[in-house]
């Protein structure tokens, strides 16, 4: 277990690389991130200007089980679709850009957004697939207590697993989500998931950096009463720490998301990427 997470950090120096390169890939996180707040704000903003939306939210609020209501879960799920597809229509244009790369190209923001255009119908359905599966869990996960939490969230491991590839292949292959997936879990069995310990590396490493911002943001809340100006000083870096962390986390998982595809379909090691590496993440492991 420590040789795969160590060959998970590994995979993130190499993404680095690769970034170092492209530097504006990491507008893409920063563009969704806007996006999904310019969205929200927009319609928080006809909330509040509407009396009777005012109404049916404060209503539902104020009920003692609100995730009883299908106002609650309604609202739910246009959240969850819209939030999903932003994320990955820009996903996909940061996908875009690390491909062009690894095939000896020089990628800009335009190649990548033009890309997502082009892809625009299979990000909408991928996007509203998502959405429902995530809905639909969040819906069991409200309703189970105990093991069954952990049953729901087994189901959404295995979604996430088994839909690991799926984005580069709508990128690439413009194929509908529903071959997509199919083409996804072949890839993902042919790895026996041990590509998928490069992802989980990233999310550790992102987590690491969380924690070490942690203290800064207790120490913010402990000062801020006596001390407004270093309290939010120490808030304002704590939370900007978490924020880079989570930027260049997001990016460098598209990276290598992007690197594995292309030596799964392709079998030819990326630019920046060790071939020998490469080629043990892709053995089945010895039983």
Known sequence: ????????????????????????????????????????????????????????????????????????????????????????????????????????????????????????????VWALITATVGWLLQILESRMRGLGNVFVDLLGAGWAVATYFVMPILVVDGVGPVAAVKRSVGAIRKTWGEALVGYVGLGVLN?????????????GVSEFDDNPALGGGLLAVGITIMLVSALFVTTLSAILRAALFVYARDGEVPDSFDGKLFRSAFQPDEV
């Open 1 to 124: 277990m420590i040789e795969k997470f160590e060959r998970a950090f590994t995979f993130a120096k190499a993404s680095w690389k690769v970034l170092m390169l492209d530097k504006e890939m990491l507008l893409f996180p920063i563009m969704s991130a806007a996006s999904l707040v310019a969205i929200v704000g927009s319609g928080a903003w006809v909330v509040y200007l509407s009396p009777t939306l005012q109404g049916l939210a404060q209503s539902t609020l104020d009920q003692a089980q609100p995730d009883q209501s299908p106002w609650f879960w309604g609202t739910a799920f246009v959240l969850f679709f819209v939030s999903y597809f932003v994320m990955i229509f820009f996903n996909a244009g940061l996908l875009t850009c690390a491909l062009i790369r690894f095939g000896g190209g020089n990628p800009t923001i335009k190649d990548g957004l033009s890309s997502a255009l082009r892809r625009l119908p299979h990000i909408l």
């Open 207 to 219: 987590l690491g950096t969380s924690l070490l911002a942690l203290p800064l943001l207790f120490w």
